[in-house]
């Protein structure tokens, strides 16, 4: 069945430092979506992407859906304390399946 | 703005006992899924249902069942729980057409503990 592996499981970064999470479907997607999971909460819409080699920008987060489809990443800039928690990304088809994939724990040390 | 409700909050359980959880989706939302999460792990798809019909199912067991009814809630019936059941259980509602991925709107879900 359809798998979406991200990487790392886990970062630890330095307040203010860059952070990438990488997600790869092992199929084509019809469109990614990603989602941030705080400590304790439940995941949160981030954004979508749809077509192929599309690049989105949230203020410090940067989002772009590989030219084939199957791979995503999600860039933050200059990170923040409030930027800790797993982010998902979560990979669709022509269902209303939508599989997540395996999450990126993201720890900011002020 | 409304959010997804989900009840209960919290729930403990005996192993071979059953269980019942309830998703209210956003008013107007159409579509409702459940996913169940482990400690430390991503959501898994259960089982998703669109205006009121079984869209898409994932990795439920057989031992449970779900439907959605005529005012779009939804309900997840879990019968014989076994330890490994134990989790954080999720709803979430998207207002779309069947095939098509619309954002989740998720709830703050039920922690099932199965003793």
């Known amino acids: 069945g359809q798998q979406v592996m991200q990487i790392p499981q886990y970062q630890h970064v330095q307040e203010g430092e860059d952070f990438t999470t990488y997600c790869n479907s092992s199929?084509?997607?019809?469109?990614i979506q990603w989602y941030k999971q705080r400590p304790g909460g439940h995941p949160v819409f981030l954004i979508q992407l749809v077509k192929s080699g599309e690049v989105k920008k949230q203020k410090r987060l940067t989002f772009q859906f590989g030219e084939a489809k199957k791979n995503s990443s999600l860039h933050i800039t200059a990170t923040q304390t409030t930027d800790v928690g797993t982010y998902f990304c979560a990979g669709g088809g022509a269902t209303n399946k939508l599989i997540f994939g395996t999450g990126t724990l993201l720890a900011v040390q002020p | 703005a409304a959010g997804v409700i989900q009840s209960p909050r919290h729930l403990i359980k005996e192993k071979r006992e059953t269980a019942t959880l309830k998703c209210y989706p956003i008013?107007?939302?159409?579509?409702v899924y459940w996913y169940q999460q482990g400690p430390g792990q991503d959501p898994q798809f259960l089982i998703s249902?669109?205006?009121?019909?079984?869209?898409d199912k994932g990795s439920i067991p057989d031992r449970f069942s779900a439907q959605q009814f005529s005012d779009y809630h939804s309900e997840l019936n879990m019968s014989s729980l076994e330890l490994g059941d134990s989790a954080l259980y999720f709803c979430?509602?998207?207002?779309?057409?069947?095939?098509?991925?619309?954002?989740?709107?998720f709830g703050s879900g039920t922690q099932l503990s199965v003793l």
């Open positions: 199929t084509t997607l019809s469109n």
């Open positions: 008013p107007r939302h159409d579509t």
């Open positions: 249902f669109y205006e009121k019909m079984q869209s």
């Open positions: 979430a509602s998207s207002l779309g057409s069947r095939g098509t991925n619309e954002k989740l709107f």
